[in-house]
């Protein structure tokens, strides 16, 4: 029986016609476009998920970021200069109040100036028990030195208070007199860089939140402005009152009220500007009254003696205490949250 022969299957793909004609072009670009599609997707499904991957890690990599600088700032309160700069970046809360955030940053620069001090001026070994037990005050006099600040602006944006370059540049200029003569600004910046490691802006940063704080505290007590207001309608009598006297009718009045000597201080003298208002007065004379430029109240000031480079004074103090206060009653009302663990102390100085 003869074998029948199967034709083999042509398996080659059409040969491109030899020649394009109006017919036959469309036929002809497909062909060559049919032969590109098989290398251009399995390109397009590579980058396609590289893309996806390369997502998910930076994803992951955020994250875990996020989780270590979480766990060093609350958990650990790592107060490194590293760190510090990362909370200036990133504006993350140290403690809430009154529903107003505190930045961390703010906290840091406060704590940061103070163990600065520790260090490089009283030489304090902070990893020692004594060292450890000051870290701690100081941390938490950093932090209510914060809470009070970041309450002060609340208060300050709603009642429309600010304060001024100008008023900073007067605290500045007042801290240039030394008991040696009149400073420059570059050796007072570089002073306050070896003392407390701040940065001229970090200082004048620290200076306007002080004053904030300051002019909020004057603007809300009613109390202490009534009380100097009617110790100057005593004063305007003809027979002026010695301070002993106009604290006595103060009090009889229900006011609070202060009197106290300096003793014998420097004329450049870190006691809220009271130094300098004795200066401008003769021996036994009495000032007004005038606002301590570091906001305990107000104050009226006589001369008693005045020497080289010394002097002393008698004061009577009228004390601010409607800010301290509200801050108090927020805390007792569970409006002051803090976010990391800080031992509590009885020290009136924190909320300065």
């Not at 609340?154 to 605290?171: F, G, H, P, T, Y």
């Amino acid at each position: 029986m003869k074998k029948l022969k199967l034709k083999k299957r042509n398996t080659q793909e059409p040969a491109v016609p030899s020649r394009i004609t109006n017919e036959t072009v469309a036929e002809h670009r497909e062909q060559i476009l049919a032969g590109g599609r098989r290398f251009k997707y399995p390109h397009q499904y590579a980058r396609h998920k590289l893309v996806f991957n390369a997502v998910i890690i930076i994803l992951v990599t955020v994250v875990l970021l996020g989780l270590i600088i979480w766990w060093q700032l609350y958990p650990a309160q790592n107060t490194s200069t590293f760190f510090y700069r990362v909370t200036r970046i990133l504006p993350v809360p140290v403690a809430t109040v009154d529903g107003a955030q505190v930045r961390y940053s703010d906290y840091l620069m406060r704590l940061g100036g103070s163990l600065h001090y520790l260090e490089q001026t009283e030489r304090v070994n902070l990893d020692s028990e004594d060292g450890q037990r000051q870290v701690e005050f100081y941390k938490r006099l950093a932090l209510d030195g914060a809470i009070a600040n970041t309450y002060a602006a609340k208060l300050a944006n709603e009642m429309d208070i600010s304060v001024s370059d100008e008023q900073v540049d007067k605290v500045v200029e007042t801290s240039l007199n030394t008991v040696s003569g009149k400073i420059s600004q570059d050796v007072y910046d570089d002073s306050t860089y070896s003392t407390f490691g701040y940065t001229a802006s970090e200082y004048r940063h620290i200076i306007r939140r002080s004053l904030l704080t300051q002019e909020v505290s004057y603007r809300i007590d009613e109390r202490a402005n009534k009380a100097r207001e009617l110790a100057e309608g005593m004063l305007v009598q003809k027979r002026k009152p010695s301070l002993t006297e106009l604290a006595q009718q103060l009090e009889k009045k229900g006011y609070k009220v202060q009197l106290g000597a300096s003793g014998l201080v420097p004329k450049t003298n870190f006691d809220g500007g009271l130094s300098q208002v004795a200066l401008k007065l003769k021996k036994g004379q009495t000032s007004e009254f005038v606002r301590s430029t570091d906001g305990k109240g107000y104050y009226m000031v006589q001369l008693v003696d005045l020497r080289d480079t010394q002097l002393s004074y008698n004061f009577l103090r009228i004390p601010l205490t409607k800010f301290d206060e509200q801050l108090k009653a927020l805390e007792k009302n569970d409006r002051i949250v803090e976010h990391i663990s800080v031992k509590k102390t009885t020290d009136e100085a924190t909320r300065q």
